[in-house]
Each structure stands twice: as C-alpha cells, then as structure tokens.
C-alpha cells in the first residue's frame, strides 16, 4: 500500500480500535480521528444507558465520519468505526471512495474481557451481543482486511501492516 488511502479500522466494541487506530496511523505516518469523537451527543447518551443505536441514530455519525475520510483523499489517514453492516461501509464509501477497511475480529470471550477492563468509555459489555447480531464481516467485494485482535497491540498492529502491505494497489 504505498499510495496513501484513508483506513478505517471497524469490528464490535472492544476489539481494540480505539488502540489499533492511533498505532496503524503512527506506522503509517497519517493522522487518526477518533470514531466516537463524531457521535452526537444524543448517541452516546444513548449507548451509555445501555440502547443500542438505530441505524437513523447513526446516518448522521457516518456522514461526519465520511466527510473527514473525504477531505483526507490523496493524503491519507485512519480512522475508527465500528462499520458493523454492509450499509455503513457503502456510505463511508460513497463519501470518500478508495477507503480501505481493516475489521479487527477475535473471539467473544476476549472481547468482553477486554470490554470489562477498560476505563472511561460509555460503550457498556451489555451492548455487545447486538453489536455481534448486527455485525456484517467484509465481503469478498470490498477492499480490506481481518485482523484477529489476539496478542499485543504491537502484533495486531504488525498483523495489519502485514496485511495492507499485501492488498492490491487501487486503480486510479
């Protein structure tokens, strides 16, 4: 991947995008956004009680998510989402064309575990289960990759590098 593309890092809560992103950034030499950082505040008050969002609840969060994909074009950048459906990915797509995804994946029990320790964010273990019910892995279709979330931030970090390194140049 040497031409610079914008990456957003997706998967359910937990997976670790939040410390994936900022590192796949810095290895990269791009900028990272925070994907929680474009919610309003409505859904985070949302999610923090526990509500799962609605996709009307996020059309606008993807949108803002969209337009700084957008205006990274040519640049490059990473940034956050979860991008749980199909839908999702083919709106930040329609926004900024080229993105690449990276789905961190791993299994359940380490994500709740993992969900269970962290300090700070609103995203309570109880949404999980619709997080896994509503997620849509990539397709063969769309350009990105898994990236199991086992091991150290590094590995994870290295296992993503290693597997952008290996997709296609896009076509201009």
């Known amino acids: 991947m040497s031409t610079p593309q914008v990456v957003v ?4 809560a937990g997976t670790g995008k939040t410390t994936i992103g900022p590192l796949l950034a810095a290895r990269l030499g791009v900028p990272y956004a925070e994907g929680d950082d474009f919610h309003p505040q409505a859904n985070i008050a949302k999610m923090s009680a526990g509500t799962p969002l609605t996709d009307e609840d996020r059309w606008p969060w993807l949108d803002a998510i969209g337009s700084w994909a957008h205006g990274r074009a040519g640049l490059g950048g990473v940034v956050s989402s979860s991008a749980l459906k199909r839908s999702y ?3 930040l797509r329609a926004a900024a064309p080229g993105v690449v995804f990276v789905h961190l994946t791993g299994d359940r029990a380490l994500i709740e ?5 962290r ?3 609103f995203m309570p273990t109880a949404l999980l289960d619709s997080q896994f019910a509503t997620l849509q892995p990539l397709e063969p279709d769309e350009v990105g990759v898994a990236v199991d979330v086992s091991g150290s931030p590094e590995e ?5 590098m290693n597997a952008l390194t290996a997709l296609p140049e ?3």
């Open 9 to 12: 890092v997706m998967g359910v």
């Open 89 to 91: 990915r083919d709106r």
């Open 170 to 172: 896009p076509n201009p």
């Open 113 to 117: 575990d993992r969900m269970a320790h």
């Open 119 to 121: 300090q700070g964010h």
């Open 156 to 160: 994870i970090t290295q296992r993503a």
